[in-house]
């Protein structure tokens, strides 16, 4: 039974940094698709970026590119998004999924909510 746990999410100015994490349990030994999607009030959640955890490979949504980063910790089964340049329009509550075993990004859609089954709870984030 997959689980997905955030942390690190707070509040800060804008222009400073923010790195959330998002911890699973009960992996297969298999590469997946991890994503960080937000959720801005009722808004849809929207495809922040995603990780390949084979291998490493990145994608981002525009909004965030250069500023976000998204990185992996293999042995602790781990996700990472660091955030710089944080700006007030990036506060929303962050979610991480973890997508199908072996299906990569691309093949998945990643940026689509309903691609994924597996959710954590959330983290919000505020940029004030």
């Known amino acids: 039974h997959v689980q997905l746990v955030e942390s690190g999410g707070g509040s800060v100015q804008a222009g400073g940094s923010l790195r959330v994490s998002c911890a699973g349990t009960?992996?297969?030994?298999?590469?997946?698709?991890v994503t960080w999607f937000r959720q801005k009030s009722e808004n849809e959640r929207e495809g922040v970026a995603a990780?390949?955890?084979?291998?490493?490979?990145?994608y981002y949504d525009s909004s965030v590119k250069d500023r976000f980063t998204i990185s992996e910790d293999l042995n602790r089964d781990t996700v990472y998004l660091q955030m710089n340049s944080l700006k007030s329009e990036d506060t929303a509550m962050y979610y991480c999924?973890?997508?199908?075993?072996?299906?990569?990004?691309?093949?998945?859609?990643?940026?689509?909510?309903?691609?994924?089954?597996?959710w954590g709870q959330g983290t919000q984030v505020t940029v004030s």
């Open positions: 990780i390949w955890t084979r291998g490493g490979y990145t």
């Open positions: 009960g992996y297969t030994p298999s590469a997946k698709c």
């Open positions: 999924a973890a997508g199908p075993p072996s299906i990569d990004c691309l093949s998945l859609g990643w940026s689509r909510e309903n691609a994924y089954s597996i």
